[in-house]
């Protein structure tokens, strides 16, 4: 069956970097997207980006733009978020969810990681 | 950005009873290939958020048909027609035909 197994948790001081992986496993990973989506501690859901694993190409949220890097390793079935210039704001548990490999309307995220707690603290 | 705004943010329920949440878009979530784009999301304490309907109204695999899915355009239900315990949560929608992709804030379905 499908697994997508997450990094473990993650401290960092704010304005330095996180990098979260994403082990997928159980389907041809590179026929799928992945999706990040960030929760803030007792908040909701939110998007930051899409990568697809069949060619590479992404599309980030406007918010975290230009701070976020979403990339692919298709040798090991491996996705990768990194976030860059860490702040307070951006604690949350990190998750990703398996998307369709072309970006349009349709979002598959049926299947999801267990979630990465990253926290930013001095 | 498109808005999900949810109602209501917190629903107390008897067991057995029903529940429905509502969930309404700023803008119309009809695609260009004439479908909407429109999920339901179910996260348990401390779980990863989990599917249970996609595209308005198709009930995902394995999830009790008790939960349904409906609405059009700008508005959207969901509705659970007798609530159990495992049935408590945060019950979230989600648009994707907009980019970028926005969710509900979230209602939280608790037991009475």
């Known amino acids: 069956q499908v697994h997508l197994v997450q990094s473990g948790a993650e401290v960092k001081k704010p304005g330095a970097s996180v990098k979260v992986s994403c082990q997928a496993s159980?389907?041809?990973?590179?026929?799928?997207?992945i999706s990040w989506v960030r929760q803030a501690p007792g908040q909701g859901l939110e998007w930051m980006g899409w990568?697809?694993?069949?060619?590479?190409?992404?599309n980030y949220s406007p918010k975290i733009q230009g701070r976020v890097t979403m990339t692919t390793d298709t040798s090991t079935g491996t996705a990768y978020m990194e976030l860059r210039s860490l702040r307070s704001d951006d604690t949350a548990v990190y998750y990703c969810?398996?998307?369709?490999?072309?970006?349009?309307?349709?979002?598959?995220?049926?299947?999801w990681g267990q979630g990465t707690l990253v926290t930013v603290s001095s | 950005d498109v808005v999900m705004t949810q109602s209501p943010l917190s629903l107390p329920v008897t067991l057995g009873q029903p529940a429905s949440i509502s969930c309404r878009s700023s803008?119309?979530?009809?695609?260009?290939?004439?479908?909407?784009?429109l999920n339901w999301f179910q996260q348990r304490p401390g779980q990863s958020p989990r599917r249970l309907i996609y595209?308005?109204?198709n009930r995902d695999s394995g999830v009790p048909d008790r939960f349904s899915g409906s609405g059009s355009g700008t508005d959207f239900t969901l509705k659970i027609s007798r609530v159990e315990a495992e049935d408590v949560g945060v019950y979230y929608c989600?648009?994707?035909?907009?980019?970028?992709?926005?969710f509900g804030q979230g209602t939280k379905v608790e037991i009475k």
């Open positions: 969810a398996r998307d369709l490999w072309l970006l349009g309307g349709d979002h598959e995220l049926y299947y």
């Open positions: 159980g389907y041809t990973f590179t026929s799928y997207g």
């Open positions: 990568i697809s694993a069949h060619d590479g190409n992404t």
């Open positions: 803008q119309s979530l009809v695609y260009s290939d004439g479908n909407t784009y």
């Open positions: 595209k308005v109204s």
């Open positions: 989600m648009q994707g035909t907009h980019w970028p992709m926005t």
